[in-house]
């Protein structure tokens, strides 16, 4: 039996499980396994490895015409069970093909690739690809068309209205389009992600090559509240989480084996590092969305956007190295 809390996926796999019941045939007793930090960071089941290639197209007015995806990872639904008859895994492309733009020509690709490294299901999944890569290139074809990224988004929102007011509400509550301090630069980012919609606006600074974010607003629709603070609580950890992983979150392999083995060398966001996360809810009337996982998937794309904005360099690579 596992202890009570966060498992984000990671006490879906059985390995441990294993452990404990041919080491408790061994002995011929009941037995307690505890893995050490090592062992966990350097046995895991990890993020599935992922490369996308992006292609886009707009018009003589910078509107998009054309959007194209290519997908290339290691397939989770095939730790479920076979893929569907068209070979696409849903979890892989989530977010992918449910793209709430307006642009008239979209088609998503995708490529099934193992390369015999042990992987398995993250918070927020597939979703946290989308919200990186496509919120990342959305920046793109608004910086090739000359307009604002927020307004950008917001024109091809319109068949989207809770999108779209999700968009407006984060942006107002960040003072987006505001004079910023000295050194400081933003990043916008919006997507849905299992039922709810959630947008999110970054504020940092780069000095000498590292990354400073000094707070981060979120707006979210996750239809009908029943408990607010429940809410904001999972969309602040979300968001921490996800920003995790944006700035710090690599493994490395050599020889076949994982170099990472503890915090030293696979660091978390410390308190003196971590934002202030704003939370707004915008109201609705919309069945119950999840809330666990949305704001993780979000928050490398408007980070990744902010850091691009201060340096002037897009970030196609994670973990974001400024």
Same mark, same amino acid.
């Given at each position: 039996?596992?202890?009570?809390?966060?498992?984000?996926?990671?006490?879906?796999?059985?390995?441990?499980?294993?452990?404990?019941?041919?080491?408790?045939?061994?002995?011929?007793?009941?037995?307690?396994?505890?893995?050490?930090?090592?062992?966990?960071?350097?046995?895991?089941?990890?993020?599935?490895?992922?490369?996308?290639?992006?292609?886009?197209?707009?018009?003589?007015? /910078?509107?998009?015409?054309?959007?194209?995806?290519?997908?290339?990872?290691?397939?989770?639904?095939?730790?479920?069970?076979?893929?569907?008859?068209?070979?696409?895994?849903?979890?892989?492309?989530?977010?992918?093909?449910?793209?709430?733009?307006?642009?008239?020509?979209?088609?998503?690709?995708?490529?099934?690739?193992?390369?015999?490294?042990?992987?398995?299901?993250?918070?927020?999944?597939?979703?946290?690809?989308?919200?990186?890569?496509?919120?990342?290139?959305?920046?793109?074809?608004?910086?090739?068309? /000359?307009?604002?990224?927020?307004?950008?988004?917001?024109?091809?929102?319109?068949?989207?209205?809770?999108?779209?007011a999700v968009l407006d509400a984060v942006a107002e509550k960040s003072g987006w389009g505001k004079p910023l301090p000295s050194g400081h630069s933003r990043g916008i980012a919006v997507m849905e992600a299992f039922g709810s919609i959630v947008?999110?606006?970054?504020?940092?600074?780069?000095?000498?090559?590292?990354?400073?974010?000094?707070?981060?607003?979120?707006?979210?629709?996750?239809?009908?509240?029943?408990?607010?603070?429940?809410?904001?609580?999972?969309?602040? /950890?979300?968001?921490?989480?996800?920003?995790?992983?944006?700035?710090?979150?690599?493994?490395?392999?050599?020889?076949?084996?994982?170099?990472?083995?503890?915090?030293?060398?696979?660091?978390?966001?410390?308190?003196?590092?971590?934002?202030?996360?704003?939370?707004?809810?915008?109201?609705?009337?919309?069945?119950?969305?999840?809330? /666990?996982?949305?704001?993780?998937?979000?928050?490398?794309?408007?980070?990744?956007?902010?850091?691009?904005?201060?340096?002037?360099?897009?970030?196609?690579?994670?973990?974001?190295?400024?």
């Amino acid at each position: 039996t596992t202890y009570l809390g966060g498992g984000f996926g990671r006490r879906g796999e059985a390995d441990f499980v294993t452990d404990a019941v041919e080491t408790s045939k061994a002995a011929g007793k009941p037995v307690k396994v505890i893995w050490t930090r090592e062992d966990d960071i350097q046995h895991d089941y990890y993020r599935p490895i992922t490369y996308v290639r992006m292609w886009g197209a707009i018009d003589e007015s /910078g509107k998009p015409v054309a959007f194209m995806q290519r997908i290339v990872q290691q397939s989770l639904m095939k730790r479920l069970g076979p893929l569907p008859s068209d070979g696409v895994d849903r979890i892989s492309v989530d977010g992918a093909a449910t793209l709430p733009y307006d642009i008239p020509n979209v088609r998503v690709e995708y490529i099934e690739t193992d390369p015999g490294i042990p992987y398995g299901f993250w918070r927020s999944v597939g979703a946290s690809v989308q919200g990186f890569v496509v919120e990342a290139f959305m920046d793109e074809l608004a910086t090739t068309a /000359g307009k604002d990224p927020y307004e950008f988004r917001r024109d091809l929102l319109s068949k989207h209205p809770r999108h779209r007011a999700v968009l407006d509400a984060v942006a107002e509550k960040s003072g987006w389009g505001k004079p910023l301090p000295s050194g400081h630069s933003r990043g916008i980012a919006v997507m849905e992600a299992f039922g709810s919609i959630v947008g999110q606006v970054a504020e940092v600074s780069v000095a000498s090559g590292a990354v400073k974010i000094h707070k981060v607003w979120v707006a979210v629709d996750t239809g009908w509240v029943i408990n607010p603070d429940t809410i904001k609580a999972q969309m602040e /950890g979300g968001t921490l989480y996800g920003l995790t992983a944006a700035l710090k979150g690599e493994i490395t392999i050599q020889n076949g084996r994982v170099m990472q083995h503890h915090f030293a060398d696979y660091p978390m966001i410390r308190h003196n590092e971590a934002p202030e996360v704003d939370v707004h809810i915008v109201s609705s009337t919309e069945n119950p969305g999840g809330i /666990g996982e949305p704001s993780t998937a979000v928050a490398a794309g408007a980070l990744a956007n902010a850091v691009a904005a201060a340096t002037g360099k897009r970030i196609y690579k994670l973990p974001i190295k400024a």
